[in-house]
Structure formats: structure tokens, C-alpha cells
Nanobody, 122 residues
Framework: QVQLVESGGGLVQTGGSTGLTCEAT????????MGWYRQAPGKQREMVAV??????????DYAESVKDRFTISRGAAKNSVALQMNAMKAEDTAVYYC?????????????WGQGTLVTVSS
């Protein structure tokens, strides 16, 4: 019933830019803490960027490796998030996953997207 749908990904040149978007289905009545994680072959999944929601404020957290290069923001569509990735490096090659805390039934649960592959040419 609850899904996160990612768009974007593909091949990008070293030093280039690309963007990802993620949107929750309309079935999600409330969502918070949307963010992006990635997993490269042979490596553990790691946090890339996340929007930390509070009652009346929010903050952003980035992995050290992407600070000053990636920017997370709320998407144009409701219940969505975008990731702008600049100055791409080969080590950015990974499957990128959207995640969020979504209200399901009686509380929030963690929801993951299917992932989208971003490949940076060497």
C-alpha cells in the first residue's frame, strides 16, 4: 500500500551532475524524515542525505563524502524529496535508495524505494 517511487539515475560523467527524485504514493497520509541512501557493490548501505523533520522545523544531514556536492530538498510534489548531485566522482557509483518514515496504520514505519542505479563513468 505504501510505496516510494524513485526517478532519475543512469550514466553520468565524472565531474558532471544529475538529480534524483522520490515521491510517496498517495496512500501515504503522513511522511517525514525523507532521505537518500546508497549501496555500492561489496559495501554496506550508507546514508547520503536526509531531511530531519521536527514539529516546527527541519534540518539536513549529509554524509561527509558528499557535503558541498549534493543537496537534498523537498520536491515540487507533495511527499517528495529530491537530490541534486554535482561534481560526481567514480566512487559515487551506487544504487541509490529513497527512504522515509511513513504513517501506516497506527504509527510510523520505515519505507524504502526499490532503488535506482547511478553510474559515474571513469
Amino acid at each position: 500500500q505504501v510505496q516510494l517511487v524513485e526517478s532519475g539515475g543512469g550514466l553520468v560523467q565524472t565531474g558532471g551532475s544529475t538529480g534524483l527524485t522520490c515521491e510517496a504514493t498517495e496512500k501515504v497520509s503522513a511522511i517525514r524524515n525523507m532521505g537518500w541512501y546508497r549501496q555500492a557493490p561489496g559495501k554496506q548501505r550508507e546514508m547520503v542525505a536526509v531531511i530531519i523533520d521536527d514539529i516546527g522545523s527541519s534540518s539536513k544531514d549529509y554524509a561527509e563524502s558528499v557535503k558541498d556536492r549534493f543537496t537534498i530538498s523537498r520536491g515540487a510534489a507533495k511527499n517528495s524529496v529530491a537530490l541534486q548531485m554535482n561534481a560526481m566522482k567514480a566512487e559515487d557509483t551506487a544504487v541509490y535508495y529513497c527512504r522515509a518514515d511513513a504513517w501506516v496504520g497506527r504509527g510510523y514505519i520505515e519505507v524504502w524505494g526499490q532503488g535506482t542505479l547511478v553510474t559515474v563513468s571513469s
